[in-house]
DNA sequence: AGGAGTGATGTCAGCAACTGACATCAAGGG
DNA sequence: CCCTTGATGTCAGTTGCTGACATCACTCCT
């Protein structure tokens, strides 16, 4: 992160990193697949995060719920992390080739994310769908979150944007009018 | 796509293709970025037919069914393509880089979609989250739609993909039962 | 007609990401 | 004390990709 921020991602080379580690060009690729893969460290404790928290979901938990359920469970991660969730989150705007490594991973946790709603019964066009409107409501989350400049929790963003999701969707499935359980704030079209 | 499919994707060197085509591969690399981009051509038009499809939707439009009509838009691209699509998914499954160009293009249609429904008057995070809940449809129903045995339509697909979505976000808004406007076919958790 | 500009292509040299094959070396176990 | 094993280094080579410059055709202007 220091050498990418102080020279630029691109003109950091591998054999720049490796040295400032005290290694070889090579046995750097031994540890990382890919120059973009240094960015990406720790993914895996994500990944394993949110694959036991919708397995340990309580019987009866809807799917959407178990996904929500799950995301709230990496707040720690995130947690007094901002700054550092900043300055990466800068080097992926300004790096299409680590945006992408970016949105890899997070498909690969709703493909997981899925997978263990599967195991739980959920049936198949309900289950990807769950995972991915979950995903789609954390990549929202937390892009906000960065950007809040009243700096409110992870956590409420989440519960903001599932709240938002389910108001959206629910808006025109029946044309009756829905009476809103709690006094609604201005939203979308009016 | 041939050569690919007759010597596997990194077998085949960029000379290979400029070659195929009677160019050289520095002319190649002036009409792609990448190599894997000769595999997202015309991605710019169907980028376009999204904006176009929500900026004409009709006053009054719901977000999410306006990105749904951009996404049923689209099917002429893919109609009578199956085949194309299959084998061209078939890369994107074996190569892990390609996957990310593709995720790359469907998340900046999903931005491309929320902003035009910014123009239309949709506030934040409302638009993003229509914009990437309907790709997140898209996903499921473009991939259900290659592998369906029963070979339905793309946009039988989104249809249903949608209608799933619905259920999944209604399902726990509030605890009173909801009456279901059709007889509801087995879905997720019981 | 002729020359000047313009845009598309080719040529060449070079860097940096990544890989395979082999050497080296330290730690631990029989 | 040697042998195995795993981590690291060395080296050479391929390929994706870029910058600088040359070439060529085509058009436009006088």
């Known amino acids: ?15 720049d990193i490796a040295a400032r580690a005290g290694l070889t060009e090579r046995t750097f690729f031994r540890y990382f697949t890919d120059k973009k893969e240094v960015l990406f460290g720790g993914s895996e404790v994500i990944h394993e995060c949110l694959v036991t ?8 938990t809807t799917p959407l719920d178990a996904v929500a359920a799950a995301l709230e469970a990496m707040a720690p991660f995130f947690k007094d992390r901002r700054d550092h969730s900043r300055a990466r989150q800068a ?7 680590l945006r992408e490594r970016e949105l890899i991973k997070l498909a690969s946790m709703a493909s997981a994310a899925a997978e263990t709603l599967r195991k739980r019964g959920v049936t198949e066009p309900a289950a990807s769908l769950a995972a991915e409107a979950g995903i ?7 892009e906000r979150w960065l950007e ?3 700096a409110q929790d992870y956590s409420r963003h989440l519960q903001l944007g599932l709240e938002e999701l389910r108001a959206l969707t629910a808006s025109t499935e029946t044309k009756s009018p829905r009476p809103p359980a709690k006094p609604a704030r201005a939203r979308g079209k009016p």
Do not use: C, N, S
Not at 136 to 142: E, L, P, Q, S
């Open 1 to 15: 992160m220091t050498l990418f921020q102080e020279h630029g991602y691109d003109r950091t080379t591998v054999e």
């Open 91 to 97: 080097l992926l705007v300004a790096h299409a080739e």
């Open 136 to 142: 789609a409501v954390f990549k929202v989350a937390f």
């Open 148 to 150: 809040d400049p009243k």
């Open 53 to 60: 928290t919708i397995t340990e979901a309580p019987q009866g």
